[in-house]
Protein backbone atom coordinates (compact mmCIF):
# COMPACT_ATOMS: atom_id res chain seq x y z
CA UNK A 1 0.00 0.00 0.00
CA UNK A 2 3.00 2.72 1.11
CA UNK A 3 5.00 1.45 -2.13
CA UNK A 4 1.93 2.38 -4.47
CA UNK A 5 1.44 5.64 -2.55
CA UNK A 6 5.02 6.70 -2.91
CA UNK A 7 5.21 5.47 -6.70
CA UNK A 8 1.95 8.13 -6.98
CA UNK A 9 3.60 10.99 -5.38
CA UNK A 10 7.12 10.64 -6.90
CA UNK A 11 5.24 10.09 -10.54
CA UNK A 12 3.08 13.44 -10.12
CA UNK A 13 6.12 15.23 -8.21
CA UNK A 14 7.93 14.47 -11.72
CA UNK A 15 5.50 15.91 -13.90
CA UNK A 16 4.81 19.17 -12.26
CA UNK A 17 8.41 19.43 -12.17
CA UNK A 18 8.60 18.72 -15.87
CA UNK A 19 5.27 20.87 -16.63
CA UNK A 20 7.18 23.86 -14.74
CA UNK A 21 10.52 23.68 -16.57
CA UNK A 22 8.73 22.85 -19.91
CA UNK A 23 6.77 25.90 -19.41
CA UNK A 24 9.72 28.10 -18.42
CA UNK A 25 11.43 26.88 -21.82
CA UNK A 26 8.66 27.23 -23.75
CA UNK A 27 8.13 31.31 -22.40
CA UNK A 28 12.18 31.53 -23.18
CA UNK A 29 12.07 30.52 -26.76
CA UNK A 30 13.16 27.00 -26.69
CA UNK A 31 10.98 25.18 -27.93
CA UNK A 32 12.73 21.40 -28.12
CA UNK A 33 13.39 21.47 -24.67
CA UNK A 34 10.14 22.61 -23.92
CA UNK A 35 8.25 20.08 -25.91
CA UNK A 36 10.76 17.02 -24.94
CA UNK A 37 9.33 18.26 -20.98
CA UNK A 38 5.77 18.15 -21.57
CA UNK A 39 6.00 14.99 -23.03
CA UNK A 40 8.23 13.63 -20.33
CA UNK A 41 5.47 14.87 -18.12
CA UNK A 42 2.76 13.05 -20.63
CA UNK A 43 5.01 9.44 -19.75
CA UNK A 44 4.72 10.28 -16.11
CA UNK A 45 0.99 10.72 -15.94
CA UNK A 46 0.09 8.15 -18.52
CA UNK A 47 2.29 5.10 -17.39
CA UNK A 48 -0.28 2.39 -15.43
CA UNK A 49 0.55 1.77 -11.95
CA UNK A 50 0.30 -1.37 -10.74
CA UNK A 51 -2.71 -2.58 -8.32
CA UNK A 52 -4.43 -5.16 -6.63
CA UNK A 53 -7.22 -6.29 -8.82
CA UNK A 54 -10.36 -8.09 -7.89
CA UNK A 55 -12.50 -10.35 -9.88
CA UNK A 56 -16.15 -10.91 -8.74
CA UNK A 57 -18.30 -13.45 -10.92
CA UNK A 58 -22.05 -12.38 -10.29
CA UNK A 59 -24.24 -15.22 -10.70
CA UNK A 60 -26.46 -15.44 -14.63
CA UNK A 61 -29.80 -14.58 -14.15
CA UNK A 62 -32.29 -17.06 -14.86
CA UNK A 63 -35.37 -17.18 -17.08
Given at each position: ?????????????????C???????????????G?????????????????????????????
Amino acid sequence: MWTLLLLSVAALVAAIYCITKAVIDLRAGRYVSGSIGLRSAVVFLMTPIQTHAVKVDLPVAGS
